[in-house]
């Protein structure tokens, strides 16, 4: 059985960053994620798209997020399991609890966090009969590694952000790259819209509007798909492509933790977001994008508000009996677990007689 002194429930940045802040605090965390690599989404979906709401960061790649959050908590010695969902939960008559994962693996703590961001992803896909039989044979619902659609014919399907930002990134990318919407107006924002336009106006981007692609074609795999136009003049169209990627979004689920007991409200957590950030059940807080309350906004920096506080009330829970003075990073440094340390340089002042 896996013992630490917090254990969190998603490897998010959200995640991330509480092993930092209770690192500081001299507590041992682990990690549970079901994804095979710690960072989320940021790692999953989108790890080449830049961020810009980031503190100190003007512009950052999701994935460079990840790996500085990978750096920053190294001293802190953080274990992980990961590839395996949490499973269920286990009240201890200490107050402690065992989460069990999937496959079995045990994990013992006085304190649970929840960070598990919207929680397990599904690809919403659009009513095509013949998409199944060719996904990972040329239809894919998320973009890992843009390169391998180097030189390729690309259609992508959709009409938000991330239609029009991949759209925009592989224009660079592809050989072709066509975007085909149901409707003439984006949901995106209108920077990515303009961005999309100018770019179709140059012959980088195929922006077919008011029509939707409707089936797919291919022997073993896909080679082109049929386009439905609402112009009935037009009608359909026969277009030649390599990938075909559906960018419809993606229906967030709570999955097991949705039944351990928490309050639930619109598939996120309640908490109490006056103090601490706890839910329902004493000793289980939820962090990030996960939990709700009035005011909430959903993004990254306020789950590293929301990790930071949690992990102070999580101490008293630890230590109720010990007092804790905060100091800041710039005047008491970093010490990891490893024996590292980062201090200021200390000044030297030297008196005159």
Not at 101 to 121: D, R
Not at 327 to 339: A, H, I, L, R, W
Request: glycine letters at 10%.
């Amino acid at each position: 059985m896996i013992k630490t002194d917090i254990l969190i429930i998603g490897a998010g940045p959200t995640g991330l960053f509480a092993v930092f802040e209770a690192g500081l605090l001299k507590l041992k965390c682990h990690l549970i994620d079901a994804l095979p690599q710690p960072g989320g989404q940021c790692s999953e979906i989108y790890p080449k798209k830049p961020i810009y709401d980031i503190p100190g960061f003007p512009e950052v790649l999701a994935g460079e997020l990840v790996d500085n959050l990978m750096e920053q908590i190294k001293p802190f010695e953080p274990g992980f399991t990961l590839g395996e969902r949490a499973e269920t939960i286990d009240k201890q008559e200490d107050g402690s609890f065992i989460v069990t994962t999937i496959k079995g693996t045990k994990h013992h703590a006085p304190v649970v966090v929840i960070a598990g961001g919207l929680g397990s992803f599904e690809p919403r896909k659009p009513p095509i009969p013949s998409i199944r039989n060719y996904e990972d044979k040329g239809v894919a619902y998320i973009i890992r590694d843009p390169e391998v659609y180097r030189d390729k014919k690309v259609v992508i399907a959709g009409g938000g952000d991330s239609a029009l930002d991949w759209s925009i990134f592989l224009a660079d990318v592809a050989s072709e790259v066509s975007l085909v919407h149901r409707r003439k107006d984006f949901r995106g924002a209108l920077d990515s819209v303009e961005k999309v336009e100018d770019l179709s106006k140059i012959g980088k981007i195929n922006l077919i509007t008011d029509a939707e692609v409707v089936d797919l074609k291919g022997e073993d795999e896909l080679d082109s798909v049929l386009i439905r136009h609402k112009d009935e003049a037009r009608g359909e169209e026969l277009k030649e492509t390599d990938h075909f990627i559906p960018l419809f979004g993606l229906s967030p689920k709570l999955g097991p933790i949705g039944n351990w007991g928490l309050e639930i409200e619109k598939n996120a957590i309640k908490v109490d977001n006056a103090y601490d950030y706890q839910t329902n059940i004493p000793g289980i807080y939820a962090i990030g994008d996960v939990n709700t309350y009035k005011g909430k906004l959903k993004l990254i920096l306020c789950g590293f508000h929301e990790a930071a506080i949690m992990c102070q009330s999580a101490y008293q829970r630890i230590n109720p009996d010990k007092k804790y003075v905060m100091k800041y990073t710039t005047v008491s440094g970093v010490s990891g677990f490893d024996g590292s340390k980062k201090e200021a340089k200390k000044e030297v002042v030297k008196s005159i007689n």
